[in-house]
């Protein structure tokens, strides 16, 4: 499980900093993988309002945002915001992040698609202001909500404090430790203890990205997903991620990685091989199950929807499985 931070302040160790790296260390104590952006330090260029997404579903700008972040928000399955507030509203540097992903709000209102982890995608904001007035957090609260829809994200609460702005204000908070705590349990207690699966091919290209994607789309409330390959491609086959979208399923932004990287910080209890005679490490105690599946790569696009289609029912039969075990 991916908890992906965004630490919007341009403030360096600021209170957003504070507050921010404490509940990635909550999150991190409960068993959660956690990543930080720091916002600042990326290269984002604002939204130009080029159309293209709502389009074609991709946003044409190279920068950041299509090498690193539109993957991450797509990996993640809890994202916690964290801003100061600046006007009534978020930083500039967090806005532009939240602009560009217009292309998240093409892809499923547009193109009508599913991404794959959206019943299970959770959305958490943080923020601290300087005054204390009454509709000091509406703006920010507004804005964030759009934002985690656009990402697939429910809205799953938030910690705002007011009258924070010494450097310290934070930090010698009352409550904020024991807040934070709390919080991040409320948060990922959905998450704890679901079955850990990891679907593995040579390539991590087509069979693992579909058997993934519908594990995650048909179950995942009960299965933690993860896939990997032993020789992973440089980009997903596009044919699959077509074939895919014609069951409604988003495969956009997802990046074929080593078996390795996929269970480095998640050991999974079944592994699943798709006939490719993976060199998959061994991990004492998981199941093994190979599902003999031929490499579709290169073929016609109905062989294609050959594997995809038999890859769901073998899914569903997993998941069956392991419902009767549990």
């Not at 985690?148 to 450097?167: K, N, V, W």
């Not at 994607?213 to 980009?235: I, R």
């Not at 997802?254 to 050991?267: G, H, L, N, Q």
Request: aromatic share 8%.
């Amino acid at each position: 499980m991916l908890v992906l931070g965004f630490q919007g302040s341009p403030r360096k160790k600021g209170n957003t900093h504070f507050l921010l790296s404490n509940f990635m260390h909550a999150a991190e104590k409960l068993g959660a993988h956690t990543q930080t952006i720091e916002v600042v330090k990326k290269n984002i260029i604002p939204c130009k309002e080029l159309i293209v997404c709502e389009k074609k579903g991709f946003c044409p700008i190279d920068d950041d945002m299509k090498h690193e972040i539109y993957p991450l928000l797509r990996q993640a399955e809890v994202v916690v915001m964290g801003t100061p507030i600046f006007f009534y509203n978020m930083t500039a540097q967090m806005k532009a992040i939240v602009d560009r992903c217009q292309t998240f709000w093409a892809r499923k209102y547009i193109f009508k698609l599913k991404d794959p982890a959206k019943k299970m995608r959770r959305g958490f904001l943080l923020s601290v202001a300087a005054t204390k007035g009454k509709t000091l957090f509406e703006g920010l609260q507004l804005t964030t909500k759009y934002f985690f829809d656009a990402i697939d994200a429910s809205f799953d609460g938030s910690l705002t404090y007011r009258e924070i702005e010494g450097p310290k204000d934070m930090a010698n908070h009352p409550t904020v430790l024991a807040d934070v705590e709390k919080a991040a349990k409320t948060l990922l207690d959905p998450f704890l203890g679901r079955k850990k699966v990891l679907f593995a091919c040579r390539e991590n290209a087509c069979r693992s990205q579909m058997a993934s994607a519908f594990a995650q789309y048909l179950a995942g409330n009960k299965l933690e997903v993860l896939s990997g390959g032993s020789e992973p491609a440089d980009n997903i086959n596009p044919d699959m991620a077509k074939v895919m979208q014609e069951k409604g399923i988003d495969m956009a932004f997802r990046i074929p990685k080593t078996i390795e990287a996929a269970i480095s910080d998640t050991p999974p209890e079944v592994i699943i091989t798709m006939g490719c005679e993976e060199q998959c490490p061994y991990v004492p105690g998981a199941q093994r199950q190979d599902w003999d599946l031929p490499d579709p790569a290169g073929k016609s696009i109905e062989f294609m929807r050959e594997v995809r289609d038999e890859l769901e029912k073998k899914v569903k039969h997993l998941i069956n499985e392991l419902e009767l075990e549990s």
